[in-house]
């Protein structure tokens, strides 16, 4: 089992629409969950960081997590063209010196 | 604005070449990483380092290793390079842990190498 899983996609969303990229991690011992947008030839950046239970919003985007279930979502609201990207989910597990771990990306498409 | 500059964009050496991958960031931070992101397999973490001369092992550290003699600079090293370690390698910062829950990662623009 790898430590953080995604579907790999494409997800395939019309404009306007909400997308729901979903994410689980197997270490409950892991603290901070991260979501990066990476554009095809481009490094990732970070669009949302999440630490507490419930939901947290910056503009279009929610981000989720639910620790009890191991399982962080992002929410894209009134999806854009511009989304089309690679969402990356990272998990930091311990306290300090710890490591950054990576899902393997779920590919969005919005469709016009 | 943090910026992590990777040395070379594009790299192609041949089979049992010595390499090195040089990054360097201008924000003072304390952790830097090496991932590499192939297709399918997305990043995959090589080595990372807490702090000067500091280092520890990612999930795939094998072939590689690391230096890290002045801060702002994380060096990765293929000791002897091959064909399978031809990929895209990003290098990452990171303020401390300590400093907020989220201490994001920044990256460079990667290096892509070409092993033949």
């Known amino acids: 089992q790898k430590e953080v899983e995604q579907n790999s996609g494409p997800l395939s969303v019309p404009e306007g629409a909400i997308a729901s990229l979903n994410c689980t991690y197997s270490?409950?011992?892991?603290?901070?969950f991260f979501w990066y947008r990476q554009y095809s030839g481009k490094s990732p950046e970070l669009i949302m960081f999440?630490?507490?239970?419930g939901d947290k919003e910056d503009g279009r985007f929610t981000a989720q997590l639910n620790k009890a279930s191991q399982y962080v979502s992002l929410l894209i609201r009134d999806s854009q063209p511009s989304d089309s990207a690679t969402y990356l989910c990272a998990v930091r597990r311990g306290s300090s010196a710890s490591k950054i771990i990576f899902g393997s990306g779920t590919r969005l498409s919005i469709r016009p | 604005d943090v910026k992590v500059t990777q040395s070379s964009r594009y790299l192609v050496k041949r089979t049992g070449e010595k390499v090195f991958l040089e990054c360097v960031q201008d924000?003072?931070?304390?952790?830097m990483f090496w991932y590499r992101q192939d297709p399918g397999l997305g990043l995959r973490l090589i080595y990372f380092s807490y702090d000067v001369k500091m280092k520890e092992k990612g999930d795939i550290p094998e072939g590689y290793s690391v230096s890290r003699e002045k801060k702002e600079r994380f060096s990765l090293i293929l000791e002897s390079a091959s064909t399978n370690q031809t990929s895209m390698y990003l290098c990452a910062s990171s303020p401390p842990w300590g400093r907020g829950m989220s201490s994001p990662l920044h990256f460079g623009n990667g290096t892509r190498l070409t092993v033949t």
């Open positions: 270490d409950r011992g892991s603290q901070s």
């Open positions: 999440i630490y507490s239970n």
């Open positions: 924000m003072d931070h304390e952790n």
